[in-house]
């Protein structure tokens, strides 16, 4: 059974970071592209990075040189790490798995985690 786990969410200043942690087990993990998506209330689920399952990223332009994605296959996990913090960042992130070499689209992505809330005050 395929678990996806994310943690590391919560409150923080705008300005401020926060490193989010999706650990994923039942799957031969380096052998999937691993991505965040994050939804906020009213708006539809977008991609916010991907990592392909041999190291390639990619960013949603809000938020290129802000956030770093990064996994360690040793420890089935993926990273992302919340710099420069802005309000319009607070979301649910979610993270998600694909076999093989995925796009940063979430139809492409077959196991989902439940979510942790990033919520930025100003």
């Known amino acids: 059974q395929v678990q996806v786990v994310e943690s590391g969410g919560g409150l923080v200043q705008a300005g401020g970071s926060l490193r989010l942690s999706c650990t994923v087990s039942?799957?031969?993990?380096?052998?999937?592209?691993m991505g965040w998506f994050r939804q906020a209330p009213g708006k539809e689920r977008e991609g916010v990075s991907c990592v392909a399952y041999y190291g390639s990223t990619v960013y949603a332009d809000s938020v290129k040189g802000r956030f770093i994605i990064s996994r360690d296959n040793a420890k089935k996990t993926v990273y992302l790490q919340m710099n420069r913090l802005k309000p319009e960042d607070t979301a649910m992130y979610y993270c998600a798995a694909a076999y093989g070499f995925a796009t940063c689209e979430e139809r492409s992505y077959n196991y989902w985690g439940q979510g942790t809330q990033v919520t930025v005050s100003s």
């Open positions: 039942g799957l031969t993990f380096d052998r999937y592209s």
